[in-house]
Each structure stands twice: as structure tokens, then as C-alpha cells.
């Protein structure tokens, strides 16, 4: 599903303004469970959860599973890797801490392998890290000696957890794996296949219905009529002259069959004024078009595309103005076609695209215009039905003559009866007659049109889809990227302000959308942007340093980067506001400055499928966006001022203690 959204949200000019451009929710399977899921199958998802950056979904999936009887020591490595993805030793609930406590008691009773060593040096991590005497040289090596990927998985998720000198003798090598994996796989041009819309399938123009039907039931009486009449006038005839009746009987039926034979490729095709009229294009100030904003940027993308795929030897505008008439009378065709569903021009892109390719390549064939030629008659045709039809009103009219000539009365009158009756009957009969071939002929040209177009543009669709399923990148690609894009910005923030993590607190980081943004996620997964603003606070002693930057996250560029410090009695204030039709805000108010308000995420409600849960969606993104630990120390500082620095200080904290 696509939505296009032209609403934008304002606010003071150091906040974020946030305008959708597009967004869309990918149709996939990835993050769905069957509530009658086996406990292995709700592990799988916890860990897929976990990689690609959704820790509190992935708490919930392997706790469950573990509780359902599914254990052991790679099962308790990912559930560890959950509990302290993205969060401090303080963000812990002592319940957590108790479970944490019990589970490193369990490591000894697993079997020997890379997942439990891996479990007890995470263990080992966490004590050493909540005691800030504590030797972190040996727990380093047992780190470095792991496996590549479990070693990956500790450094990625404990990212929040390792502080201070562990951290910047691990800085480098995570700085050396985001240098290495920021533009792999193709990053750059794959990543607009992530945001681009669901294509809508394959429609073409049906064939209309007949409408012969009426003519089918009166011919039947006006040939039996004409029958009659044409039997009476040659009996007539036979009766007064045998022998020159004959002869024009014989003029006549031949010349009739010619005019039929003829005649029905003349006037039996639909009249050439239906053929090119097409559909009705609206004016742009008629009101069709201002009430229905689909058609005109259907139009215009029709004018867009055409205007980039161009024969050889046309300009751009040139090419418009040589197919304004097939642009305008497709452009009407694919607004008719596809207006009841409601859905963005973004969606139906692929298919003008893909007729606007077809125009280019029927021209360079000749064959643009075929529709305009192909039921023209030609001139022989036309001028053979006419004499057909000249020799066959004065066959009659010589017939009457015979019939009447030298002849008592009542025979003239019964004559002239059956002339008349024939003339009558016969133009009655003609015209209903072709009316229905034209219909036939319509029919049968229009149903051969419609599954013609409908086959090609069903193998463009799949041809599209196919291509964007190969191109768009998974969530595990989307999230890695991302990582390394604020490892990467994080890095070049430490480094301008000569910092190490011996010198900060603690530090988090808000990732948000920008002013302007496509966004797009799986069904179960969160909102990821194309352009996203990244907030970054550093804790020192001294107090608070903000950096943010806007990143266009299909290339990693950046621009907009603001700097500010403050001291920790200067933030005085941090409110949440919650509104379910535009989203969360953060709301920053400084002692020597205005309100900032930063805006986290947009609503996401009126883009859920029927199977989501708007609560749980709204908390997979807030997770992801880093805001729940960013909210807790904001509000911690604002509330408690510097002591909020002695109560969180390292020497304060109650060691973790590996249960014996």
C-alpha cells in the first residue's frame, strides 16, 4: 500500500518541519508469527527482531519462547543481547537485573561452544563495566578471541553499555566495520527501492458492451418486409414480361451482392470519429479536473515521462507536441482506469513509464498512428458499393416499369406498393444490419485490444515487481546501514570536539525524520526515512554537548549540521506530547532560550494494515528511533540538574554480579 501526503507540520526554526512526500508499507511476511507459532519459530523472529534494530519486539519474542521450553545457550545469548540492546546498566529494571543475575548462573550448565563462551564473555563485560575498577584487560582478549560473528553482535548491541577506556580501545575496529559496511552491498543504488511504492497491478480498457441488441430484434421484421415486397415487385414484373424480368432479377441480385459485400467494409467499421476521439482529456479549469487532483498529476507524469524517453532525433518538447494527442488520450485513459482506488500516482508510475517507452518504440516502428489508419476504406472499395448500389435502385426502378407497363389497374398500385415497401424495408434492413456487424466488429476489435494491452502490461508489471523485489534492500541491510551511519557521525563529533569516552558520562543519540522524507516499512517493522535528522547528545562533566545533522540516506550525505552546549542547570524542562494525527515531539526548554521542539515521529495509524497494532507500531518506532532512553536522561537531567551526574556516575553504580 502508498500513501502521498502533501501536509507538512511546522514549527520555530531550530525544530524540525516534517512534510511526507511519500510513503508506503511493504507487503511482506517477515516480522509475521502465527499465534500458534512453535517456541523455535518466535525465536527466530526475536533474533531477525534483534538484528535489524527492534530490541524491545525481540524481548518479547525470545522471553516467550524460553518460556515455552525452548533453551540453551544461543538462546540466552540473543535474549541478553535484547535486555541490553540500546540501553545503559541504569536503564535496567531491578527485575531485569535479577533475571540477568540468574541467567549468568546458567552458563556453566551449557554445553561447550562458540554461543556460551560468547554468553559468559558478555557476562564477564557486564561485570566489568558496572564496576568502574574493574580490570577490563582480560575481558578484552576473551572479546577479541570470539568468533566474528558473536563478536559483532556484543560490540553492536552493547553499544550504549560500554563506556569509558574498554570503548576507546574498541572505538577503532567499530570505526574500521562502519567504514567497511556504510556503502556495501550496493548501497547507493539500491536504497530508493526501499521507499518506492507498491505498484498497483496491471489494468487495461475493457471492450464496452454491445448495444445491438435492439437492432438484432426489429431486422428480422424489415427483411421479411423487404422479402416480400422484392418477391411481389418481380412477380409482377414476370407476369407482364418473362424475359426482361429475368434479366434485371439477375442485375439485381448481383449488383445487391456487391453492394453487401462491399458496402459492409465501408460502412459496416465503426465511423472514423470514434476511432480517434478517445477519452475526454478535462481542461485544467474544468471542474472534472479540480475535483480530482489524480487526473492532473497523472497527466503531468505522463508529460514527464514522455519528455525523458524520446526518439532519436526529437527535443523533448518537440516529442511532447508531436504525441499531444496520444499523451493526452492515454493520460485519461490511466486516471479513468485507476481514480475509484485512491491510491498515489506513485503507485501507477511503472505502467506510464512503461507506455510511454511503448509510444517511443511504435513510433521508431511506424506503427504510432496505426490506430488512426487502419480503418480507412479505400477509395476502389467506395466507389465499387456506390455503382453496386446506383445499378441496384435502377434494376428496381426498371422492374417497376416492366411490372406496370401496359398492365390494368389494380396492378400499378400494387407495384408501387411493393417498390415503396422495398425501398423502405430495404434501407431499414441495410442500416440495422450494419449497425450490428459495426457492433461485432467493435466488439471483437476492442476485446482483442484489451487482452493484447492487458498481457503486455501484465509482463511490464511482473517485469517491475521483479525488479524491485531483487532491488529493494532487506531490513538487516536498511538497519546495518543505518548503524554505520551514526557510528560514523558520532566518530566525527568526538573528533571535533577533541573528546574521548574517557571524558563523557554517558552518551544517546535520537534518529528523526527530516523536513522532508519518503518514508517506508514492513508490515511489523518500523518507519525507516530517506532523509532523517540525527541528535546527538554527548554527557560530560562539564555539561551537555547537542550536535545535529540532516543525512540523505541513500548516499550518507550531509548537511544543516547545528552545535550547541549547554550546562546541565540550563535544561530546565523536557516534555513528551503525544498526538495520535501527527505524531511525538520532544519539547527542549533551556533557562536562556526558547522552547525547542524536536519532532520524533509522525503519526502512523492511518497506515496500518488491518493485522497491526497501532500501540505496539507506535512503540517499535519510538524504540527505534533511540528516544526511549534519550527521553530518560533528558528528564532525569532536567529534573535533577548535576546531582543527576553523582547518582550516575560509574562508582555509584551497584556492581553485577555473576551468580557463583
Not at 28 to 35: D, E, K, Q
Not at 43 to 52: A, K, S
Not at 59 to 65: C, F, K, L, P
Not at 251 to 272: D, M, N, S, Y
Request: aromatic letters at 10%.
Amino acid at each position: 500500500m502508498s500513501h502521498n501526503n502533501g501536509a507538512a507540520y511546522s514549527s520555530a526554526a531550530y525544530d524540525s518541519t516534517v512534510g511526507i512526500q511519500a510513503e508506503t508499507v511493504h507487503n511482506s511476511n517477515v516480522y509475521f508469527v502465527h499465534p500458534d507459532a512453535s517456541p523455535q519459530e518466535k525465536y527466530r523472529l526475536g533474533v531477525r527482531f534483534l538484528e535489524d534494530g527492534v530490541p524491545s519486539r525481540a524481548r518479547e519474542m525470545i522471553t516467550d519462547a524460553m518460556a515455552h521450553g525452548y533453551d540453551g545457550a544461543e538462546v540466552r545469548f540473543h535474549w541478553v543481547l535484547a535486555v541490553l540492546s540500546a540501553r545503559t546498566y541504569d536503564d535496567l529494571s531491578t527485575e531485569e537485573v535479577q533475571r540477568l543475575h540468574y541467567t549468568s548462573g546458567l552458563v556453566r550448565t551449557y554445553a561447550e561452544d562458540g554461543w556460551r563462551e560468547a554468553l559468559r564473555v558478555t557476562f564477564d563485560l557486564l561485570a566489568v563495566l558496572s564496576n568502574a575498577s574493574g580490570e577490563t584487560g582480560p575481558v578484552l582478549k576473551q572479546l577479541q578471541d570470539l568468533p566474528l560473528r558473536q563478536h559483532t553482535a556484543i560490540l553492536r548491541h552493547l553499544d550504549l553499555m560500554l563506556t569509558g577506556g574498554l570503548k576507546d580501545d574498541l572505538w577503532a575496529e567499530t570505526c574500521e566495520r562502519a567504514r567497511a559496511e556504510r556503502f556495501g552491498n550496493d548501497r547507493v543504488r539500491r536504497v530508493w527501492a526501499y521507499f518506492e511504492p507498491a505498484p498497483i497491478g496491471a489494468r487495461a480498457v475493457p471492450p464496452r458492451p454491445s448495444t445491438a441488441a435492439a437492432a438484432k430484434a426489429a431486422l428480422p421484421v424489415r427483411a421479411v418486409l423487404f422479402a416480400v415486397s422484392s418477391v411481389l415487385l418481380w412477380a409482377l414484373a414476370l407476369v407482364t414480361d418473362p424475359a426482361e424480368a429475368i434479366v434485371e432479377l439477375l442485375v439485381a441480385l448481383v449488383a445487391g451482392l456487391t453492394a453487401a459485400r462491399f458496402g459492409i467494409r465501408w460502412w459496416g467499421q465503426e465511423p472514423r470519429s470514434d476511432l480517434t476521439a478517445g477519452p475526454r482529456v478535462p481542461h485544467p479549469r474544468d471542474p472534472a479536473s479540480a475535483e480530482n487532483g489524480f487526473t492532473n498529476r497523472v497527466r503531468h507524469s505522463f508529460d514527464h515521462y514522455f519528455s525523458v524517453r524520446t526518439p532519436y532525433g526529437f527535443t523533448p518538447d518537440a516529442w511532447l507536441a508531436h504525441t499531444a494527442q496520444v499523451r493526452g488520450s492515454l493520460a485519461s485513459e490511466i486516471a479513468d482506469l485507476y481514480r475509484e482506488s485512491r491510491i498515489s500516482v506513485d503507485r501507477v508510475a511503472w505502467l506510464i513509464r512503461y507506455l510511454a517507452e511503448d509510444a517511443r518504440n511504435r513510433y521508431n516502428n511506424g506503427t504510432l498512428f496505426d490506430d488512426h489508419r487502419q480503418d480507412r476504406t479505400p477509395v476502389r472499395t467506395k466507389a465499387l458499393t456506390v455503382v453496386a448500389l446506383a445499378v441496384l435502385g435502377i434494376a428496381a426502378l426498371t422492374a417497376f416499369g416492366t411490372a406496370v407497363s401496359g398492365a390494368a389497374s389494380p396492378r400499378p398500385l400494387w407495384a408501387f406498393l411493393a417498390v415503396l415497401g422495398a425501398a423502405w424495408s430495404g434501407h431499414a434492413a441495410a442500416s440495422l444490419w450494419l449497425k450490428v456487424r459495426r457492433e461485432e466488429h467493435r466488439l471483437a476489435r476492442e476485446t482483442q485490444k484489451y487482452h493484447e494491452q492487458l498481457t503486455a502490461r501484465q509482463t511490464a508489471y511482473q517485469h517491475w515487481q521483479s525488479f524491485l523485489d531483487a532491488t529493494r534492500p532487506s531490513e538487516l541491510e536498511m538497519e546495518t546501514w543505518l548503524t554505520c551511519d551514526k557510528t560514523s557521525f558520532v566518530d566525527e563529533a568526538l573528533r571535533h570536539h577533541r573528546l574521548t569516552w574517557r571524558d563523557l558520562i554517558t552518551h544517546t543519540i535520537l534518529v528523526a525524520p527530516a523536513a522532508s522524507y519518503k518514508r517506508g516499512r514492513v508490515r511489523g517493522g518500523p518507519w525507516r526515512y530517506s532523509h532523517y535528522v540525527f541528535r546527538l547528545f554527548l554527557f560530560t562533566q562539564d555539561g551537555i554537548r547537542e550536535i545535529s545533522s540532516e543525512f540523505n540516506f541513500s548516499d550518507a550525505t550531509r548537511k544543516n549540521e547545528q552545535r550547541s552546549n549547554y550546562r546541565f542547570d540550563a535544561l530546565s524542562s523536557v516534555q513528551v506530547t503525544e498526538n495520535v494525527d501527527v505524531g511525538y515531539d520532544l519539547e527542549l526548554v533551556l533557562t536562556n532560550g526558547p522552547a525547542r521542539k524536536i519532532r520524533v515521529k509522525d503519526a502512523d495509524a492511518h497506515q496500518l494494515a488491518p493485522d497491526e497494532n497501532s500501540q505496539e507500531i507506535s512503540e517499535i518506532n519510538l524504540s527505534a528511533a533511540g528516544s526511549t532512553h534519550t527521553f530518560r536522561l533528558l528528564e532525569g537531567i532536567a529534573a535533577d540538574g548535576k546531582g543527576w551526574i553523582e547518582r550516575h556516575s560509574p562508582n555509584n553504580l551497584t556492581p553485577f554480579q555473576i551468580a557463583g
